[in-house]
């Protein structure tokens, strides 16, 4: 599912149009890219937590030609699933 039919199915669900779907979806993730930059987590009850973590900067190989490159330090985005998300998956 791509973020239009996303939008599409919310709007269906919700009995609201997909321009306001798409402007409050739009405001969620901006807001929860911002929170997570700042450092701090954004917890979705059941759902999951968005957060971020620290990478060192570390040796590797280019797979072509077998080169060490220098991999700089970096911060990545996580997401750790919730309790209530995952079980749901795993029902039968």
């Given amino acids: 599912m791509n973020k239009t039919e996303l939008i599409a199915a919310v709007a269906e669900s919700a009995g609201k149009n997909k321009a306001e779907v798409k402007e ?10 911002k929170t997570v930059k700042e450092g701090d987590e954004v917890a979705l ?3 999951g937590t968005f957060k971020s973590a620290k ?8 797979p072509a030609t077998g080169a060490e490159i220098h991999i700089p330090a970096c911060v990545q985005p996580k997401f750790v699933a919730g309790k209530l998300f995952k079980d749901a998956l795993n029902t039968k």
């Fill in 45 to 47: 009850l059941g759902f």
């Fill in 55 to 62: 990478r060192e900067a570390r040796t590797g190989r280019n």
């Fill in 24 to 33: 409050i979806l739009d405001a969620l993730t901006a807001q929860i890219v």
